[in-house]
C-alpha cells in the first residue's frame, strides 16, 4: 500500500522542478550570503585583535574597515536576491497549481463537482495553494543552505580548534533530530486545520445564502450560536498548531544555546589558561573571537530551518486536499468512438425529414448499446441504441429516475458511459440549460457573455429579443448594465429562464441539451420559453430535451420514452413544430 505523505513529498518535489532555475539562484545567493557572513566574522575579529592586542590606529586599519563595509553590503544584496528568487519561484509554480486546479474543475464538470461545496472549492483554490508558498519560497532554498554552510563553517572551525569544532558537531545532530519529531505532529495538526477551515468555510457561506429562511423560522439566534462555535473550533486548532511551532522553536534554542554556551566556556577558561588540553593552549584573542562569533552563525541555518519546517508542514497537508481533488478522475471521452462495426446491429433510422428544417446546422449523435452508471447505484440507463439526425429536436420522456438526466448529461460530456460507443458529428459546442440556470454575480450583460465573451451589445439585444426578454431588460434603468446577486438574485425564476435561453442564442451551439427547461413556470412564463425553443428548432440545431411537460413533447420531432428498465420507444410527434 503506497503512503500518501510520500506521494504529497513526490509531487511537491515534482513542482519543485518547474522553478528549478529561480530556486536555484535562491540557494546560490544564500550560500553567498553565509559566505559574506563568514568573511565579516573574520574581518570583526580581525580588527578587535588589531585594536586590543597590538594597539594599531584606526587610520592604520581603514582599508580592513572599509572592506567590511563592503561586505555586509554584498550580504545585503545577496540576501535580497535570496528572497526575490524564492518569492518568483513560489509565484510561478502555484500560479501552475491553480490553473491545473481550474482546468481540473473545468474537466470534472457540474456532475461531478455536485457532491463538493461551492466554498471548499474556493478554499482549496485560495487558501490551500497559498500554503504552498512558504515551502518553495522559503524552505526548499534553506534546505540548501543548510546543507552547506554548517560544513563549511565547521570546517573554518576546525582549522581554528578542533576541540571547538567537535563541540559543535556533537549538538548539531540534536536539533533536526527534535525538529523532525516535532514536525510529524505538525503535519498532522495542519492537514486536520485545513479540513476544519474548508468545513467551517461551506457552514458559513450555507448560512449566509439561508439568512432569509433562517429568519423566516425565527432560527438566526440558534444560528449564530453554530457559526461561533465551529470558529471557535477552529481557534482551538489553530492554538493547538502554535503551540506546536512554540515548542519546537524553543527545543531548537535550548539545545544551540548550550552548544553556544560550552563553546563559549572552553574558550574563555583557554584564554584565561585554566584549560591546558588539546589545542587550547594555542588559542589566541583572533581565533577565539572568530570561533566564537561564528558558533551562532553555524547554528544559525538549522534555527532558520526550523523556522520554515512549518511552511513545509503546512504544504504537505495543503498537497494532501489538493492531489485528492486532481485525483478524481475526469470524463475522457472514451464513449465518444468512431461508428460501431457493421456485424453490430444497427438502430431503426429515423425519417421525420418532411418535418426538419432544409438549412439544418445541428449536429448528429449515434449511440451504440451504451449504458449509464453511477457510483453507489448501479446502471442507470441502458443498453441503449439512439440516432438523432442533425437539426431534429427529440424530447426525452419517462418516469423520475429513467436516465433522461444521466443521458443528456453523457452527451453534453459531463459523464462518461459505461460501455457502448458514442459518436457525435461536430461536437463543440454544446449548449446546455436546465431548470435551475446558473448565474453569477454581475450584470446581465456579464452573464450573457459567458456564452460568448466577445459578443457586441447589438448581439447581446438580439439574443434577449428572441428569448422574450427584451421588455423585461427594457425596464431595468440601467439596462443590460443591471447588476445581479448571487445565483441571479434579482431576477424570477422565468426571467432566469429566459436570460439562459438568451446564453443558448448567442452561444449557436449546433448541440443544445435541455434539462425540463420549463419545470416550475407559470403559464405566461412557460408560453415566453416555448416560443423562444421554438425558434431555435427553427433555426436548425440538434435538440434533445427532456421534458415532463406536453407543451415540450409537442415541439419535438420525436419523442423517446425511457422506462426503469432501460428501454426505449419511439413516439412521433403530436404535432409540427
Known sequence: MLDPQLDNRRWLRDLAGDARGWLRLAGAAGILAGL??????????????????????????????????????????????????????????????????????????PVRLGDRHSAGLGQQLVEQVEALDGYFARFLPQMRLTLVLPLVILAVVASLDW?????????????????????????????EQFVAVTRLAGHFLDRVRGVTTLQLFNRTADSIDEVHAAADEYRRRSLRTLRLAFLSSAVLEFFASVAIAMVAIYI????????????????????????????????????????????RAAALGAAEGLLELLGEPVPDGSGRMAAAS???????????????????????????????????????????????????????????????????????????????ELAIEHAPPVAWMDQRPWLVQGTLADNLRL????????????????????????????????????????????QAQRLALARVFLSRAPLVLLDEPTASL???????????????????????VATHQQALMRLAHRRIELTNHARRQEVGHDAPV
Open 342 to 420: 457493421s456485424d453490430e446491429p444497427r438502430p431503426a433510422e429515423p425519417r421525420p425529414a418532411d418535418s426538419l428544417p432544409s438549412d439544418a446546422r445541428g449536429t448528429a449523435v449515434t449511440l451504440r448499446r451504451v449504458t449509464i452508471a453511477h457510483p453507489g447505484r448501479g446502471r442507470v440507463l441502458g443498453p441503449l441504441d439512439l440516432e438523432i439526425a442533425a437539426g431534429e429536436c427529440v424530447a426525452l420522456v419517462g418516469p423520475s429516475g429513467s436516465g433522461k438526466s444521466s443521458l443528456l448529461q453523457l452527451l453534453a460530456g459531463f459523464i462518461d458511459a459505461e460501455s457502448g
Open 36 to 109: 559574506c557572513t563568514i568573511v565579516q566574522m573574520g574581518l570583526l575579529a580581525w580588527l578587535v585583535d588589531r585594536l586590543v592586542t597590538q594597539a594599531s590606529p584606526p587610520a592604520a586599519l581603514s582599508e580592513a574597515f572599509v572592506g567590511l563595509i563592503g561586505v555586509l553590503i554584498l550580504r545585503a544584496a545577496a540576501q535580497w536576491v535570496q528572497e526575490r528568487a524564492g518569492a518568483e519561484a513560489s509565484l510561478r509554480i502555484r500560479a501552475r497549481v491553480r490553473g491545473e486546479l481550474l482546468d481540473h474543475l473545468a474537466a470534472l464538470g
Open 451 to 494: 456564452a460568448a465573451p466577445q459578443a457586441s451589445d447589438a448581439e447581446l439585444w438580439a439574443a434577449v429579443r428572441r428569448a422574450g426578454l427584451d421588455e423585461v431588460v427594457d425596464g431595468l434603468s440601467a439596462g443590460l448594465a443591471t447588476p445581479l446577486g448571487e445565483r441571479g438574485y434579482g431576477l424570477s425564476g422565468g
Open 163 to 191: 576541540l571547538a569544532a567537535a563541540l559543535l558537531l556533537l549538538a548539531a545532530p540534536l536539533i533536526p533530530l527534535f525538529m523532525a519529531l516535532v514536525g510529524m505532529g505538525a503535519e498532522r495538526l495542519n492537514r
Open 268 to 311: 574563555g577558561f583557554g584564554l584565561l589558561g585554566y584549560i591546558a588540553f588539546g589545542p587550547a593552549d594555542a588559542l589566541t584573542l583572533f581565533s577565539g573571537l572568530f570561533v566564537l562569533l561564528l558558533a551562532p552563525e553555524f547554528f544559525q541555518p538549522l534555527r532558520t530551518l526550523s523556522q520554515h519546517y512549518h511552511d
Open 522 to 544: 407559470d403559464g405566461e412564463t412557460q408560453s415566453l420559453v416555448i416560443e423562444g425553443l421554438r425558434e431555435l428548432i427553427a433555426s436548425g440545431a440538434t435538440v434533445v
